[in-house]
């Protein structure tokens, strides 16, 4: 039987990794899917095709699905995550010269440490800074502005954010379009190896375990064809366990390099996926645990609570976030996976940021380790109310 | 039909830009303006106040584009047409030829609809053009590898050209290859070994 050709959107950054590897090392065709894998210009050109069935099936930044179940933006069309295909892995990053002005202020900081960072941004005479996120509907902007809510107005530093394609990232930083930014690897890394920027903080400095990408779909087209559904879920799953085992990593990044499908260098690749950043262009590795998750701590089970929080951030009534919670398929998630021996957790939601530490959990096959997923700020959010 | 649209064209490439503008403009649409840099984008909108955005769908600075259109006030807000689906026909042929149109302040989908189906019809030009030239430049590059190649093996193994080809043919057949990836291996290993 000749195997069942699906097309995927993507868009080539290093968190697109477990669509790669699943085609790559085979996962895909041991399910008898092909997987086509076809590079996106935009997020918004992603999700045209995908809304008008020009595509299968493709990797989303987790706050499109909501955000489109919310009637918000360019298009309303009935998509759905059927999993998270990474948590955290992106970075907030400085223009040189403001990070050479902050180290001779108030000497070096910690890399990762939010707490007070409007503040020492203001005291180096900063009023008002450009901030260069990738797309309106994304978990960059969210985590920005769930950060510097309140913090920006007490420390009286204006934000402006704009929307930057992430391979044009460090050309506006360079050409001072803008004075900072939040971006998906390799970007980050690929604007401090030109020396125009330095890194301040992971993602996860904000949200310990903020679900980044998602694999998403036509609603109507899930319905239609559970067992190519089945299939991708399957391959995907294998794929991000092989990412997520320390031994492959080296090689993965050597896979990733060669593949047509990311065409970056193995150095920019590497940070990612090791974990080790380097944070500014003299500086040494810094080790970054949980920078970026494929498997790790049930890191795909997409939590409904994951898309509540989302739908809140984003403004939503009640009904709204009832609504927005119906778009991350825990359950077509169960159905398919339950079978293959993936360990799956006892609930589908969360009380979003309730733990500090790695916590085990009663899941399918006994107990599952996961989180932490606290907030910098300590807050937690219970949405078991709407539904 | 009323003509007096004012159209934005987002396009870097200042011969495309200008080609769009043409087509544009010898259908009657006289007030079309060409912006190379997204950057100035929120200027112009404002200064030219367009009714229609067009942007190509392959250009990276749409995110951009549909940012402008969930921030900016509502007086001047382009909206992606793609949100309009009542036409799925217009809305497939602009997603196939690759362009994509904002509409500023709610505009009848049948003023829209002709500057549309204009530049759909260029695009798809400029798009048939762009794969012609590309597939002349690789047929010229494919020639010379081939040339080479086939000099290669009439040097080392004296023989005429007729054979240097037939050769590599049959080499390309017996190993289920192309003729252009076996002479190109030829003559990487020939840089390799002089």
């Known amino acids: ?387 | 039909m009323p003509k007096n649209l004012s159209i934005l064209v987002v396009e870097a490439n200042p011969d495309k830009a200008r080609q769009i503008i043409d087509a544009l403009m010898a259908a009657g649409w006289s007030d079309v303006h060409a912006l190379a840099q997204i950057s100035g984008l929120e200027r112009s909108i404002k200064m030219h106040a367009p009714d229609i955005v067009l942007i190509d769908l392959a250009n990276p600075d749409r995110d951009t584009l549909e940012h402008l259109s969930l921030i900016s006030d509502t007086k001047a807000r382009p909206v992606a047409m793609f949100v309009d689906q009542t036409d799925e026909d217009l809305t497939q042929a602009a997603l196939t030829a690759g362009v994509s149109a904002y509409v500023v302040d709610g505009l009848q989908m049948n003023r829209i609809k002709p500057v549309l189906e204009t530049a759909i019809a260029r695009f798809q030009l400029m798009r048939k053009m762009q794969s012609e030239l590309d597939a002349a430049k690789r047929a010229l590059e494919d020639r010379k590898v081939l040339d080479r190649a086939k000099g290669i093996l009439m040097r080392q193994r004296g023989i005429s050209e007729e054979d240097a080809y037939s050769l590599i043919r049959k080499t390309a057949m017996d190993q289920g290859r192309k003729v252009i990836d076996v002479a190109q291996a030829l003559v990487t290993a020939a840089d390799l070994l002089s």
């Open chain 1, 1 to 387: 039987m000749s195997p069942t050709v699906l097309n995927c959107g993507y868009v080539p950054l290093v968190d697109c990794a477990p669509l790669v590897i699943a085609k790559e090392l085979g996962f895909a065709a041991e399910e008898g899917l092909e997987l086509s894998l076809i590079p996106q210009p935009s997020w918004s050109a992603l999700r045209d095709m995908l809304a008008l069935g020009h595509l299968h099936a493709a990797q989303m930044l987790s706050p499109m699905p909501v955000a489109m179940s919310l009637g918000l933006g360019g298009l309303t069309a009935e998509i759905d995550a059927l999993m998270v295909l990474s948590v955290n892995g992106t970075v907030f990053g400085i223009s040189q010269d403001l990070g050479e002005k902050l180290r001779q202020t108030d000497g070096a900081a910690e890399f990762g440490d939010p707490d007070g960072l409007p503040q020492r941004l203001a005291n180096i005479g900063i009023s008002h800074l450009r901030i260069g996120v990738p797309f309106h509907h994304s978990m960059h902007r969210l985590l920005l502005e769930y950060w510097l809510n309140g913090q920006a107005e007490q420390a009286d530093l204006e934000v402006e954010i704009v929307t930057v394609p992430p391979v044009r990232m460090a050309d506006a930083i360079e050409q001072r379009q803008i004075d900072a930014f939040w971006v998906g690897e390799p970007w980050g890394s690929a604007a401090v190896s030109r020396g125009v920027a330095e890194l301040l903080l992971p993602g996860s400095a904000i949200w310990a375990f903020a679900p980044e990408k998602v694999l998403a779909a036509r609603r109507e087209w899930l319905e239609r064809n559970p067992d190519d559904v089945r299939r991708l879920l399957r391959a995907v799953h294998q794929a991000a366990r092989w990412l997520d085992t320390p031994k492959n990593k080296p090689l993965a990044v050597e896979i990733l390099a060669r593949s047509e499908h990311l065409n970056l260098a193995p150095e920019l690749i590497d940070p990612a996926i090791s974990g080790q950043l380097i944070t500014h262009q003299k500086g040494f590795p810094v080790s970054v645990e949980h920078f970026l998750l494929f498997h790790k701590r049930a890191a795909h089970f997409p939590w409904r609570s994951q898309a509540a929080w989302i739908a809140k951030q984003l403004g939503a009534s009640p009904d709204g976030i009832a609504r927005a919670k119906q778009c991350f398929r825990s359950d077509i998630y169960r159905q398919m996976l339950g079978g293959v021996g993936a360990d799956l957790p006892g609930a589908s939601e969360k009380i979003e940021g309730s733990m500090r530490h790695a916590t085990a959990v009663a899941s399918t096959r006994g107990h599952m380790i996961l989180g932490p997923d606290a907030f910098f700020d300590g807050k937690t959010f219970d949405f078991s109310g709407e539904s």
